[in-house]
């Protein structure tokens, strides 16, 4: 197990990091400030394309898209890709200039894998050139979404159309002004097998019957401009066309969409992470309480301390997955991926939690990211499945490993 990253992945840290030093955090607060005003909601900070015009040009651009997928890739592994997709998380909206962006690169990963050619040039292409966003509908508000065969929302096929009906809610990227395509999950079989009832369907957001009922918030968080989405599908006709890989295929594609999924969010949890310990080593130098710098109270060491650890043990652990990933494929490891997403989440809570208490009043306001990384840690440990059900499974896993056969 070797994870010592490849000169090219170097070279692409190096120059990540100069872009992120010289056009990312020097206009950080003021996006943040931006997407948290309700008077500009919903639209785009206006520097944002430039911003992407920028990352094209210095090679930056899609990185997130595995070798496998041929030309559509630049042609990094998930192991190469982990050092910049933390580095993109120390900034929760920079993954957008880089066209890394959840839900983004979960359905460009779909389409690159199982579109067809013509759904490829529909959708894929003006994604990946970052033209249009995208959103992903898959949990409902009246079943436990948890188990995905709960779904209920219907796509029954009529004549040379679809027809789908169903509400679905917390439907990532639903919100964004630039959305125009949707990857639904509903039940085309009602009646088959449980794990074949279900299918997947693009949904352009303009067809008729696509009703945006009201934006989801997340502790008070809008997320804008992406956002969550209550969205009801009322009678919405698509092209029988634009169904993805056939009818009974919807859950061998989600697990072939949330495996990298889930791993990028855990990459980008230990770049909050990190910033996060950084912060507080930093704040502990600076502050002075009771005629004691922070950093002479060993409290604070320990904190400081077990923030490191922590760190460095989650990022270790996601790596080991990313590698598993890349030499044996997402089902093989699909255990590591399940590992990392339960540690990484709950890692990413105590240390920014710590981080929060060493700054005090400071660190649950607006002038630290430290408030919106804590709702973000907190929101992925429901997201992509709840710690619940990747427990379940692992342990699930690990028994049949181990114990003896009757």
Avoid at 69 to 89: F, K, V
Avoid at 371 to 393: N, S
Wanted: aromatic share 8%; with cysteine.
């Amino acid at each position: 197990m070797n994870f010592e990253y490849s000169d090219k992945s170097k070279e692409l840290q190096a120059k990540l990091k100069a872009f992120m030093e010289e056009h990312i955090l020097p206009v950080e607060q003021e996006v943040y400030e931006f997407n948290a005003n309700p008077e500009t909601y919903w639209k785009h900070w206006p520097g944002m394309d430039a911003l992407k015009q920028k990352a094209k040009e210095a090679g930056l651009w899609n990185l997130f898209l595995p070798k496998s997928y041929g030309d559509l890739s630049p042609g990094l592994t998930n192991l190469e890709y982990a050092s910049l997709a933390e580095i993109m998380g120390r900034v929760l909206w920079s993954s957008e200039v880089f066209n890394c962006s959840a839900p983004d690169t979960g359905n460009m990963e779909v389409l690159a894998k199982y579109g067809t050619k013509s759904q490829q040039k529909r959708w894929l292409e003006p994604l990946m050139n970052g033209d249009i966003r995208s959103a992903f509908l898959m949990t409902e508000p009246e079943v436990a979404s948890s188990d995905a065969t709960n779904i209920e929302t219907s796509i029954k096929l009529d004549g040379d159309h679809y027809v789908i009906n169903g509400r679905k809610w917390w439907s990532s990227g639903g919100m964004n002004p630039a959305c125009e395509i949707a990857i639904v999950m509903g039940k085309t079989d009602f009646d088959a097998s449980r794990h074949k009832q279900q299918s997947m369907i693009l949904v352009p957001m303009d067809s008729p019957g696509v009703n945006i009922i009201r934006p989801l918030s997340v502790f008070g968080f809008y997320d804008s401009p992406e956002g969550h989405a209550e969205i009801v599908l009322d009678n919405v006709r698509v092209p029988k066309e634009n169904l993805l890989l056939g009818e009974g295929r919807g859950f061998e594609i989600a697990q072939g969409r949330l495996g990298p999924g889930r791993i990028h969010h855990c990459m980008r949890l230990c770049g909050m992470a990190q910033r996060s310990l950084e912060l507080m080593s930093k704040r502990a130098a600076e502050r002075i309480a009771f005629g004691k710098t922070f950093m002479d109270f060993s409290s604070i060491r320990q904190e400081i301390a077990q923030s490191k650890c922590d760190v460095e043990q989650a990022r270790l652990l996601t790596l080991s997955a990313a590698d598993k990933m890349d030499k044996t494929g997402n089902k093989d490891a699909k255990d590591l991926i399940a590992m990392i997403k339960i540690v990484a989440p709950n890692m990413a809570l105590k240390v920014i939690d710590r981080a929060i208490q060493i700054h005090g009043g400071k660190g649950v306001g607006p002038d630290t990211p430290l408030a919106h990384y804590f709702v973000a840690a907190r929101m992925l440990r429901l997201a992509d499945g709840p710690d619940e059900v990747h427990m379940y499974q692992l342990g699930k896993s690990v028994i049949k490993q181990y114990a003896s056969p009757k």
